[in-house]
């Protein structure tokens, strides 16, 4: 009889305590989607990196104070391009929701470790003309290269988020804006060199052309471990109740970070999750 009186107790409970997650609307039962949530995802990611102005910061140090960078802005040439990566993940996340009838609103923070390795190399070779400071009728005649390599990996990407839904039954379809914070190793090197002839104009006596020039190959590079890429973020998704406090996600995510060192990141992610309702 004591054991009969246990389970009758703790099956009651159950019920009680189930029951604070549904709240009988009209004739059907709706899921209670205020509280504290948190849970694990995983992910696909493909992301694109944009190597174009990688080497600019070296080129124009390898370039100060020439009248051919402020006539020509070479440290703007497009010597890198872009390189598409992807990568699975694997994270957390931790929010909380407040109900208003059928509209959910939250704040949620969500972690994911990743793993977008993208590297690139070329170079660029252009002629041009260039007459500053020189005197009258001389025209210095340019044949400039110059190369570069870069490369990143990201490893973490967090963002906060805030969050709106659409209660609809055991179901939630929300949207979400927010900020991004991402880590990065990023290194960028670069090789520049020239040379140039005088071109003087025709005339009567001619001129003396001034001396040939040449310079380098000079390089320059830079490295940075653990720096921080900052963006924003936004998405849809899904959470869907299959438990009293259980409940699994479905999520599209883009995320686009300002350029760290010079490479830009963006990334699309498809992503999905199980959660537990505290």
Same mark, same amino acid.
Request: proline share 3%; net charge negative.
């Given at each position: ?9 703790? +099956? ?5 305590? /189930? @029951?604070?997650?549904?709240?009988? /609307?009209?004739?059907?039962?709706? &899921?209670?989607?205020? =509280? !504290?949530? #948190? ?19 070296? !080129?124009?140090? +390898?370039? /100060? ?26 994270? $957390?996340? %931790? #929010? &909380? ?8 609103? =939250? %704040? ?23 007459s500053t400071n020189l005197p009258t009728g001389h025209h210095y005649f340019y044949s400039l290269t110059t190369t570069a390599q870069s490369s990143l990996r990201m490893t973490d990407i967090a963002t906060f988020r805030g969050r709106a839904g659409w ?7 929300y949207s979400f804006v927010g900020l991004a914070v991402g880590r990065a190793n990023t290194f960028t090197g670069s090789t520049l060199s020239y040379t140039a002839i005088d071109v003087p104009d025709s005339v009567t006596p001619p001129l003396t052309p001034?001396?040939?020039? @040449? ?10 471990? #653990? ?7 936004? #998405?849809?998704?899904?959470? $869907? ?10 999520? +599209? ?8 060192? =010079? !490479? ?10 199980? =959660?537990?309702?505290?």
């Amino acid at each position: 009889m004591r054991w009969v009186i246990c389970a009758v107790a703790v +099956l009651a409970f159950a019920q009680d305590a /189930r @029951a604070q997650d549904y709240v009988l /609307r009209g004739s059907e039962p709706t &899921y209670h989607w205020g =509280g !504290i949530y #948190g849970g694990v995802q995983g992910g696909f990611e493909s992301s694109t990196v944009n190597f174009g102005n990688a080497a600019a910061s070296q !080129i124009a140090f +390898l370039l /100060r104070n020439t009248a051919i960078e402020q006539d020509e802005q070479i440290s703007q040439w497009n010597v890198l391009g872009q390189r598409k990566a992807q990568s699975t993940s694997l994270g $957390a996340f %931790l #929010g &909380y929701n407040v109900e208003w009838e059928d509209v959910i609103l =939250g %704040l949620e923070a969500n972690y994911n470790r990743v793993s977008i390795d993208a590297n690139n190399s070329s170079s660029i070779s252009r002629s041009f003309t260039d007459s500053t400071n020189l005197p009258t009728g001389h025209h210095y005649f340019y044949s400039l290269t110059t190369t570069a390599q870069s490369s990143l990996r990201m490893t973490d990407i967090a963002t906060f988020r805030g969050r709106a839904g659409w209660e609809a039954g055991n179901f939630l379809p929300y949207s979400f804006v927010g900020l991004a914070v991402g880590r990065a190793n990023t290194f960028t090197g670069s090789t520049l060199s020239y040379t140039a002839i005088d071109v003087p104009d025709s005339v009567t006596p001619p001129l003396t052309p001034l001396g040939d020039l @040449a310079f380098g190959p000079a390089s320059q590079s830079s490295a940075q471990n #653990g720096a921080f890429a900052f963006g924003y973020a936004a #998405g849809l998704g899904v959470d $869907a109740a299959i438990l009293a406090n259980v409940f699994v996600r479905g999520e +599209l995510e883009y995320v686009h970070f300002a350029p760290v060192n =010079g !490479i830009q990141v963006s990334q699309t992610t498809a992503r999905v999750g199980a =959660g537990l309702k505290f």
